[in-house]
């Protein structure tokens, strides 16, 4: 059985996901530190960066499609408020496999500590916005 998600709820929550990282990663919100922690400097963040915005809006329409389709099972599963477990579940997905596997990575790629906390809340705000955005339009998109 495949979970009923709302498509324009998914479609919305993808872009979503690029308005937060077009604001979070601006230079004059967390842009600076990033660069720095990264070892970007301007002349190498010059270029097309095409490339990485296809990609990133693929894994964010994928992101949102596996949220909606979570939200719904677990809907199916405790019945209640759509909104309130919609959000759950976003948070639940976010600190089982993005937090903790992010972590991971980062401990071995010795990042600095405050790059992962700047990159994990970066997720964690894009997953619950998405996830507010999905548990807003409901299931069904009839």
Do not use: C
């Amino acid at each position: 059985m495949v979970p009923e998600i709302n498509i324009w709820a998914v479609l919305l929550a993808t872009a979503s996901s690029m308005v937060v990282g077009l604001i979070w990663y601006t230079r004059a919100v967390f842009g600076r530190y990033w660069m720095k922690a990264v070892g970007h400097t301007q002349e190498s963040m010059k270029g097309s960066g095409t490339g990485a915005i296809i990609i990133t809006v693929i894994v964010s329409f994928v992101t949102a499609s596996v949220l909606a389709g979570a939200a719904a099972i677990a809907q199916n599963f405790y019945g209640g408020n759509f909104l309130f477990n919609t959000l759950l579940t976003g948070l639940i997905l976010w600190v089982g496999f993005t937090a903790a596997r992010m972590v991971t990575h980062d401990a071995f790629d010795r990042r600095p500590a405050g790059l992962t906390v700047l990159n994990l809340a970066h997720e964690l705000v894009t997953i619950l916005l998405m996830a507010l955005i999905i548990g807003l339009f409901g299931i069904s998109a009839l």
